[in-house]
């Protein structure tokens, strides 16, 4: 056997049912969080007519669509169907991230060309500040489980999530400089950067990459993935990016 190449079992029927389960829980969790979020981002960006927090509530919409395709592919209790459906669930995360890429991109020109002045929204600083705080646990919970699984679409629901921990980032900042400093420029700015981010996503979601799908048992160790980039992928991983 070459070097650097260790066998490796894929999970058991009884593991991945139990994977299953934990990716269900998880984006219900998602999907719950997100509803909120979008609620009280829209309510609080129209009372201080603010673009980039009615945008983030929009982002939460698009967040709950992603969730719940990967909910509807797991609702199913056979593994072949799951199968079957991750494609279609793949695709419909790819256009999800492609549309909040758009909105992003279109919202922050307007703010760049000075479309309004949004005042300042202590809700919105508080449920920023919040989303900064949940949304990497989330998606890191996710992104293990669809690995293990090598479910691309658990795994491309989770960068989703993360995307959403940078748009928080982006808009906490925005919402603060505003606040104190009226720096109006600066939320525009970092959104542009997160909708390249979304575009490279999405794109990785619509070309099913980022799975970590063990395959034929076989598994790189832990000296070759550290070779090729992959350390930080769990066992039965053979697709890292």
Not at 104 to 117: C, F, H, I, M, P
Not at 159 to 186: E, H, P
Request: net charge neutral.
């Amino acid at each position: 056997m070459a070097a650097g190449i260790s066998v490796s079992l894929v999970p058991s029927p009884a593991r991945r049912e139990a994977l299953s389960r934990r990716i269900r829980l998880l984006v219900a969790a998602t999907i719950t969080y997100n509803v909120v979020e979008a609620v009280v981002a829209i309510t609080a960006g129209a009372m201080a007519s603010s673009t980039a927090l009615i945008g983030f509530g929009l982002d939460s919409v698009i967040e709950v669509s992603s969730a719940a395709a990967v909910a509807w592919q797991f609702s199913a209790s056979d593994h072949a169907v799951r199968e079957a459906r991750e494609q279609r669930t793949l695709r419909i995360i790819a256009v999800s991230f492609f549309a909040l890429a758009a909105y992003v991109s279109v919202d922050a020109v307007r703010a760049l060309t000075g479309t309004g002045e949004a005042e300042r929204s202590i809700p919105g600083i508080v449920i920023a500040a919040l989303s900064l705080a949940v949304m990497p646990f989330l998606s890191a919970a996710q992104r293990r489980a669809g690995r293990e699984l090598g479910s691309a679409s658990a795994v491309a629901d989770s960068k989703q999530t993360l995307l959403c921990t940078y748009l928080s980032a982006v808009l906490l900042a925005g919402l603060v400089l505003n606040a104190t400093l009226d720096w109006s420029w600066a939320d525009p700015i970092a959104a542009l950067a997160i909708a390249a981010i979304a575009v490279k996503e999405g794109r990785d979601a619509w070309q099913g990459k980022g799975c970590c799908a063990p395959t034929a048992g076989v598994v790189l160790s832990a000296a070759a993935k550290a070779d090729d980039g992959c350390d930080d992928c769990p066992p039965g991983c053979d697709c890292c990016h």
